[in-house]
C-alpha cells in the first residue's frame, strides 16, 4: 500500500494520543470560539428572511448547535464505514443560505407562514441529503469530472451570491423594506462597526482573536447597537431545558427545487473533500493512499447522513468546517479527544435555550455586516481554489462564461420572466446556472 504521509511534527498529541485534561479542555475551546458564532448564523438569517418569531428563531438556532455536537460525534469515531475518523468538527452548512433565501421568496409569494417555509427546506435537505450519500461512494469519479476550476467557480459563486443576502440584512431585511426605512444610516453604522470588528480581529498577531473574528464583530456590533437603542430584547417563552423532538416542523416538498438543492450537496461535497484532505494534511496523517480514501469516503458519508438527522430534527444541513483545521495547525493537538469535549460542549449549548436566546439579540444590520466579510471571505477562497492550477486560455473561457451566467440571473432576475414558474426557480440560482454552466463550458472547451 502506497500511502503519502504529510509531514507531523508540528503534531504534539496525534490522532489517537491522550493529551492532560486541562490541554484538551484548552483546545476545545478554541474550536468553539471558531465555530460557535458560525453554526447559528445560518439559522438567524433564514429565520429573519422567513419573519419566524423569536421562539422559533431560538429553537432552530439551538437545534444546530445540538446536532452539531451530535455530527461532530460520529465524524470523529467513524462507525464503520461512516466518519472520517479525524478530529473533523461538523456544523450548519452557510453555503445552503443562498438556495433558502430563494425558498423563503417563493414562500412570501404564496402567502405561507415561516414554518411553512422552513418546512420545505428542512423537507429538500432531507430527500437531497442523499445525492451527498452517494457521491461518498463514487469520489474517485466524481474527482475527475469536478476538477479544482469547476469547484473553485462553485465555490466562488456560493460566497457572490450570499452577499446578496448580507446586503439585504444590513439594510435591514424585509421589514425595513415594508416599513420605508430600508438603509437607515443606523443600520450603516452598524454593519461597518461590525464588519470593521472582524476585520481589525483578523489582522491581530493574537491567534485567538484571528480565530473568534466572526463572534467578536457579533458580540461588539451587537453592544454598539444596544448602546444605540437598537436591541429588541423578546420576553421568554417556552421551557428552560430543550428536548430535540423529530419532525417537530412538518416538512413539504417541491420538485423545482431538486436540482437547486442537489448542485449544492454537490458543492459540500467538493468544500468536505478540501476540508477533510486539509485536515489529514496538519494532523500528520496520510493525504494519498487507501486509509486516506477511507477517510474521504467516510467523511463525505456521514456529512449526507448528518445532514438527514439535522432535518428530522429541524436544523439545517450539515458540513465540515475548514477554520478548525487551522485551530490543529496552530495548537499541535489532533487528538480525537478534543472533538469528544467539542461535540460535548454543543450538544449542552443545545439542550439550553438561554444559549440560543441571546444570539436573537442580534440586530440584522449587525448579523449582515460580520457576514458580510464571512461571505466575501468564501468568494476569496474560490477565487484561490481556482487559480490553483494557473489561468490559461481554455480556463478563462470557462470561468467567463460560468460566472457571466450565474451573475447574470442573479443581478437581472427578470431574465427569466417569460419561462415557466419551474423555470424560474430552478435557474433564477445563480449557483445552479453557474455550475451547470461550468461543466458544460469545461467540457467543451477542455484543460489547458
Known amino acids: 500500500m502506497n500511502e503519502k504521509t504529510s509531514d507531523g511534527s508540528d503534531v504534539l498529541f496525534a490522532l489517537e494520543s491522550k493529551p492532560p485534561l486541562r490541554v484538551a479542555l484548552g483546545a476545545a475551546l478554541q474550536h468553539l470560539l471558531a465555530i460557535f458564532a458560525g453554526i447559528v448564523t445560518p439559522a438567524l438569517i433564514v429565520c429573519g428572511l422567513c419573519g419566524a418569531s423569536p421562539a422559533l428563531t431560538r429553537q432552530m438556532a439551538g437545534m444546530s448547535l445540538f446536532i452539531s455536537g451530535v455530527s461532530t460525534f460520529i465524524q470523529i469515531h467513524r462507525f464503520g464505514a461512516v466518519g472520517s475518523g479525524l478530529l473533523s468538527i461538523q456544523g450548519t452548512s452557510s453555503s445552503f443560505i443562498a438556495i433558502f433565501a430563494g425558498m423563503a421568496a417563493a414562500g412570501l409569494a404564496r402567502g405561507e407562514t415561516p414554518e411553512q417555509m422552513i418546512g420545505l427546506m428542512l423537507g429538500m435537505g432531507l430527500v437531497c441529503a442523499l445525492v451527498e450519500v452517494g457521491l461518498s461512494q463514487v469520489l474517485p469519479w466524481m474527482r475527475k469530472v469536478i476538477t479544482p476550476l469547476v469547484a473553485g467557480i462553485v465555490i466562488a459563486l456560493i460566497g457572490l451570491t450570499l452577499i446578496k443576502v448580507s446586503a439585504m440584512q444590513i439594510g435591514g431585511g424585509s421589514d425595513a423594506l415594508a416599513a420605508g426605512t430600508f438603509g437607515a444610516p443606523r443600520d450603516l453604522a452598524l454593519a461597518m462597526i461590525a464588519a470593521g470588528t472582524v476585520l481589525a480581529m483578523n489582522r491581530s498577531r493574537i491567534p485567538g482573536f484571528r480565530m473568534g473574528?466572526?463572534?467578536?464583530?457579533?458580540?461588539?456590533?451587537?453592544?454598539?447597537?444596544?448602546?444605540?437603542?437598537?436591541?429588541?430584547?423578546?420576553?421568554?417563552?417556552?421551557?428552560?431545558?430543550?428536548?430535540?423532538?423529530?419532525?417537530?416542523?412538518?416538512?413539504?416538498?417541491?420538485?423545482?427545487?431538486?436540482?437547486?438543492?442537489?448542485?449544492?450537496?454537490?458543492?459540500?461535497?467538493?468544500?468536505?473533500?478540501?476540508?477533510?484532505?486539509?485536515?489529514?494534511?496538519?494532523?500528520?496523517?496520510?493525504?494519498?493512499?487507501?486509509?486516506?480514501?477511507?477517510?474521504?469516503?467516510?467523511?463525505?458519508l456521514a456529512d449526507g447522513l448528518n445532514s438527514i438527522m439535522a432535518t428530522i430534527f429541524s436544523s439545517f444541513p450539515n458540513t465540515t468546517f475548514s477554520q478548525n483545521n487551522g485551530v490543529i495547525q496552530l495548537t499541535g493537538i489532533a487528538s480525537r479527544r478534543v472533538g469528544m469535549w467539542v461535540a460535548f460542549f454543543l450538544v449542552v449549548a443545545g439542550l439550553v435555550p438561554g444559549v440560543s436566546w441571546v444570539f436573537t439579540l442580534v440586530p440584522r444590520a449587525v448579523l449582515g455586516g460580520a457576514t458580510l466579510v464571512m461571505f466575501g471571505t468564501v468568494a476569496a477562497s474560490g477565487i484561490r481554489l481556482m487559480a490553483s492550477d494557473g489561468f490559461g486560455r481554455k480556463s478563462l473561457l470557462v470561468i467567463a462564461t460560468s460566472l457571466g451566467a450565474g451573475l447574470a440571473v442573479t443581478l437581472e432576475p427578470r431574465l427569466l420572466a417569460q419561462f415557466p414558474d419551474w423555470a424560474q426557480q430552478l435557474f433564477g440560482s445563480g449557483i445552479v446556472t453557474g455550475t451547470v454552466a461550468a461543466v458544460v463550458a469545461q467540457a467543451l472547451a477542455g484543460k489547458d
Open 213 to 300: 473574528a466572526l463572534m467578536g464583530g457579533i458580540v461588539v456590533g451587537t453592544l454598539a447597537a444596544a448602546l444605540l437603542g437598537a436591541v429588541a430584547v423578546p420576553a421568554w417563552t417556552g421551557p428552560w431545558v430543550a428536548v430535540p423532538v423529530p419532525f417537530k416542523i412538518a416538512l413539504a416538498f417541491r420538485w423545482e427545487w431538486v436540482l437547486p438543492m442537489a448542485l449544492m450537496y454537490l458543492a459540500t461535497t467538493v468544500e468536505s473533500i478540501g476540508d477533510i484532505t486539509a485536515t489529514s494534511m496538519v494532523s500528520g496523517e496520510p493525504t494519498e493512499g487507501e486509509l486516506y480514501e477511507r477517510r474521504l469516503s467516510g467523511g463525505v
